[in-house]
Every structure is written in structure tokens, then in C-alpha cells.
């Protein structure tokens, strides 16, 4: 199985981005998906779920208002919309499949990261 992520980048506080992480696994609907963070000196955190079906979704509490998870299981993708970034939204992102219908408490894959820079 192999996750690639893209749509990272360097953006002005107050913009948007959209990553995205597509996976070659034909299982994909039946797992959920999320990603989670990880800034320079800090622990790997988690940033937003979606369940299998797209019907539950969870948000940490950093992000919530401003970012958006959605799926697409026809083309084995996700995606996190990011508006209103801020300097603190810095960090490697992860997108991740769980082992499981709901939550991300138990990973099976991680993809390989991407860079969001966000500058004041």
C-alpha cells in the first residue's frame, strides 16, 4: 500500500491550501482516513478524521472552523482543506488510513509527509 500526499507549501498567514493523499489500495472505502502534524520539536499531532463513509468526521480543536477533511472513494483520496492558516499551522503534515471504520486511534499506513510553512 502506498500513500502520497501533495499541496504543500509556503503561504502568507490568512491563506488557504488543500492537501491531498491518494492511496493504491482497493479497500480504501472501508477504512477511515485523517492527518495529523508534526512541527519542528513537538510530538506528532493529531489534526482531523473522516469515517469510512464520510459521515463522521472530528476535528482537533486547533483547527476546527478553519479546516475541512473530505474524501472521494472513487478516486481513493482525501483531502484537508486549510483556510485562514496561521504561523502555528507550520509542520510536516501526515495523512493517515486507520485500521478501523471510525477514528484515527489506530494507524495502519502513514504517508510521507508534506511541508506547510506559513509566514507572519
Known amino acids: 500500500v502506498q500513500l502520497q500526499a501533495s499541496g504543500g507549501g509556503l503561504v502568507q498567514a490568512g491563506d488557504s491550501l488543500r492537501l491531498s493523499c491518494t492511496i493504491s489500495?482497493?479497500?480504501?472505502?472501508?477504512?477511515?482516513v485523517g492527518w495529523f502534524r508534526q512541527a519542528p520539536g513537538k510530538d506528532r499531532e493529531f489534526v482531523a478524521a473522516?469515517?469510512?463513509?464520510?459521515?463522521?468526521?472530528t476535528y482537533s480543536d486547533s483547527v476546527k472552523g478553519r479546516f475541512t477533511i473530505s474524501r472521494d472513494n472513487h478516486k481513493t483520496t482525501w483531502y484537508l482543506q486549510m483556510n485562514s492558516l496561521k504561523p502555528e499551522d507550520t509542520a510536516v503534515y501526515y495523512c493517515?488510513?486507520?485500521?478501523?471504520?471510525?477514528?484515527?486511534?489506530?494507524?495502519?499506513?502513514w504517508g510521507q509527509g508534506t511541508q506547510v510553512t506559513v509566514s507572519s
Open positions: 493517515a488510513v486507520s485500521r478501523t471504520f471510525y477514528g484515527c486511534d489506530n494507524i495502519a499506513y
Open positions: 489500495a482497493r479497500d480504501f472505502r472501508t477504512y477511515a
Open positions: 473522516i469515517s469510512y463513509s464520510g459521515g463522521s468526521i
